[in-house]
């Protein structure tokens, strides 16, 4: 089915932009790049795929089976989104609010041309429709890494916050309402920045937000007009073979220049008991949603609370494996765990019915997962945060944020924790003159 060579080579900064720049005559383009931070369960550097041959997009009904249907029928390599609002086909739940975006709830497609590249090698696959085309591509990606490149910037936006910061502390105070009748024990309020009639050159706007971030999870989608353009720092969930692994991120701290005061920084979040608590909780959610599709007894925490440390923040990212059935269905697995723990809260049906009656903005990619499957069906996506959100033919560019409530919330340091997650995006699309 696929023509697979493999070439010695080595990603730099460079090269990276050569091959996105030759992606860009493709009306389908995913890039997932890693950016070379130091993690465990790591299967590549970074991988290009370009061109859909099949695709399919939906609304959120009959999404997962209609998914299901797709992978096992196609059986190749497959990349794509679940959007946030895939909630409303695992729950009897609702996606009311404002929508800017128009994005599918559901899209995924199989490329034509795919590039997975390692440490020392990039391996090629080409569908043999096509596999023609493989020596002229890489002679043309390979004349563009010594080509000159100029990146325009755009415009400077003007950035809107749908929700007000007194409207914000609002809702967190109703949150904690919630949270003392026992409703809830956490949930994770989010807001939307946006910009309309905006124009921006989307991969020129995700290489500048990638070099300020730098995250383990970085994506470039571009599927027709929609564009993501993600420097996530968290994985939502992975298959290998028949490991599956969680690694929800709760617990964040901003970075210090003096190297001293960013030390401590990192003590006071691993002690933070606000902060503990958060992961903690989480961490049981992801275990129970786990558990419902794991052999018996192989749920395991890795490691609890640890502290990474990326570009812009400190993070504070537990890690949850088991083991499931070969003969377990890995869209199965998707749909069992989804929405992430870390974007909803615990319990989590009462708090997506608590987020969608208050939260402005309808999430859509937002908080939900990009990723691909492998012909034999395993996965890997990552949690839509840290992110910017363009359809160009709307003009409408949007990054949400969030932070946890909890008990122990002070709402003015929930809208502070906003605005630190906030900072790269506003940054980039908004950069001082």
């Not at 949270?179 to 009639?197: M, P, T, W």
């Not at 402005?360 to 395993?378: E, V």
């Amino acid at each position: 089915m696929r023509t697979v060579k493999k070439f010695p080579f080595s990603l730099t900064e460079a090269s990276k932009q050569s091959f996105l720049q030759w992606a860009q005559q493709y009306d389908e383009v995913v890039w997932l790049d890693s950016n070379s931070y130091k993690q465990a369960h790591e299967s590549y550097q970074a991988i290009l795929a370009v061109d859909a041959f099949t695709a399919i997009k939906t609304d959120a009904y009959d999404a997962f089976d209609k998914l299901k249907e797709y992978q096992t029928t196609t059986l190749d390599w497959i990349f794509g989104y679940l959007s946030y609002d895939l909630k409303n086909d695992v729950e009897p739940l609702q996606s009311n609010n404002f929508d800017g975006l128009y994005f599918p709830d559901l899209y995924f497609f199989q490329p034509k041309k795919l590039f997975l590249f390692t440490e020392e090698n990039v391996e090629v696959h080409y569908l043999n429709m096509v596999d023609d085309e493989l020596e002229s591509d890489w002679k043309e990606i390979s004349e563009l890494l010594h080509s000159s490149k100029y990146i325009n910037p755009h415009k400077a936006l003007d950035i809107k916050a749908r929700t007000a910061q007194a409207n914000y502390i609002e809702k967190v105070d109703k949150f904690l309402e919630h949270i003392k009748r026992g409703d809830i024990y956490e949930a994770n309020l989010c807001q939307e920045f946006y910009s309309e009639n905006a124009e921006i050159d989307p991969l020129n706007t995700f290489i500048e937000l990638n070099k300020i971030s730098k995250p383990p999870f970085s994506v470039f989608l571009k599927l027709n007009e929609l564009h993501a353009l993600s420097a996530s720092p968290e994985r939502y969930i992975k298959r290998s073979g028949n490991t599956i692994v969680s690694q929800p991120i709760k617990g964040t701290a901003k970075r210090l220049d003096n190297e001293i005061d960013d030390l401590n920084m990192i003590k006071q979040l691993q002690n933070d008991p606000k902060e503990r608590s958060e992961n903690i909780m989480i961490t049981d959610l992801v275990r129970n949603d786990l558990s419902r599709i794991a052999q018996k007894g192989s749920v395991k925490v890795e490691e609890l609370c640890a502290i990474y440390t990326f570009e812009q923040v400190h993070q504070m990212i537990s890690t949850i494996s088991c083991q499931v059935s070969s003969e377990t269905a890995s869209v199965d697995i998707l749909k069992n765990t989804f929405p992430m723990g870390s974007m909803t809260g615990a319990p989590k049906i009462s708090a997506m019915q608590i987020i969608e009656s208050t939260e402005d903005a309808k999430r859509g990619l937002y908080s939900g997962a990009i990723g691909y499957f492998t012909p034999s069906g395993d996965f890997d996506f990552n949690v839509v945060i840290r992110s910017i959100l363009y359809n160009s033919i709307e003009k409408y560019v949007s990054f949400s944020v969030g932070s946890a409530i909890t008990i122990n919330s002070i709402p003015e340091n929930e809208y502070e924790e906003c605005l630190l997650k906030a900072k790269a995006m506003r940054l980039v699309l908004n950069p001082p003159l």
